[in-house]
C-alpha cells in the first residue's frame, strides 16, 4: 500500500508526472478545506492584513506540495500549522487589552468627524478627497462631506460612513 501511495503522489521522484501532479492537487484540495474549516470562516475574508497574509502564505505552501518543490506530507502540516497559528493569534487578539489585537490587526482611522475632514488622517493613509467622496456616494448619502457626521477607514481598508441626523 505504501508503494502504491509512493507511487501515486511521486513521493522520492525527482519529476513528477502530470497524473501525480493532478492526484496531489485533488488531495490538497480537498486537505486545505478541510484546514480551513479547522480555522475560521473569517481567514480568507480578507479582513484585515493579518488574514489577507494568511492568505499569501497559506497559497504559497500548498502550491509547493502540488508541484513537488516540497516534501508532501510535512507541507500539509505546515499549512495547518499556519491556520492553527491564525486562529490562536485571533483568540489572544480577541482576549487582551494591551493592544495586541490592534498591533496584529490594525485600528480604524477617522477621516471625517463633525463633517471636518481630518486632514492628516487622509495623508497618513493615502486617501483623496475623491476616494472620500466616493465612499460616501456608495454609502447613499448626500455627496456633501460637511454633512457627514463621523467616516472610518476600517480595518478592512473600506471606508465606513455615518451621516448627521438632521
Known amino acids: 500500500m505504501n508503494d502504491f501511495i509512493d507511487t ?9 508526472s502530470w497524473w501525480q501532479m493532478s492526484i496531489r492537487a485533488v488531495i490538497v484540495f480537498i ?5 480551513v474549516r479547522v480555522g475560521n470562516s473569517r481567514i480568507f475574508g480578507k479582513n484585515t ?7 499569501i502564505i497559506y497559497g504559497s505552501v500548498l502550491s509547493r506540495a502540488i508541484t ?4 508532501f506530507f510535512p507541507t500539509l502540516v505546515a499549512a495547518l500549522v499556519l491556520v492553527l497559528l491564525h486562529r490562536f493569534l485571533a483568540v489572544v487578539a480577541f482576549h487582551t487589552n494591551f493592544g495586541f489585537g490592534n ?8 477621516l471625517i468627524m463633525n463633517g471636518e475632514v481630518q486632514w492628516d488622517a487622509l495623508r497618513k493613509n493615502s486617501i483623496t478627497v475623491n476616494d472620500l467622496k ?3 456616494r456608495k454609502s447613499g448619502c448626500e455627496a456633501d462631506l460637511e454633512k457627514i457626521d463621523m467616516a472610518y477607514l476600517e480595518r478592512s481598508g473600506d471606508i465606513s460612513i455615518i451621516q448627521k441626523k438632521e
Open 49 to 55: 492584513a493579518f488574514d489577507i497574509v494568511l492568505g
Open 103 to 110: 498591533w496584529i490587526k490594525g485600528k480604524p482611522s477617522v
Open 8 to 16: 501515486a503522489l511521486g513521493i522520492d521522484y525527482q519529476g513528477l
Open 68 to 71: 513537488g518543490n516540497s516534501p
Open 31 to 35: 486537505v486545505a478545506l478541510v484546514i
Open 134 to 136: 466616493e465612499s460616501v
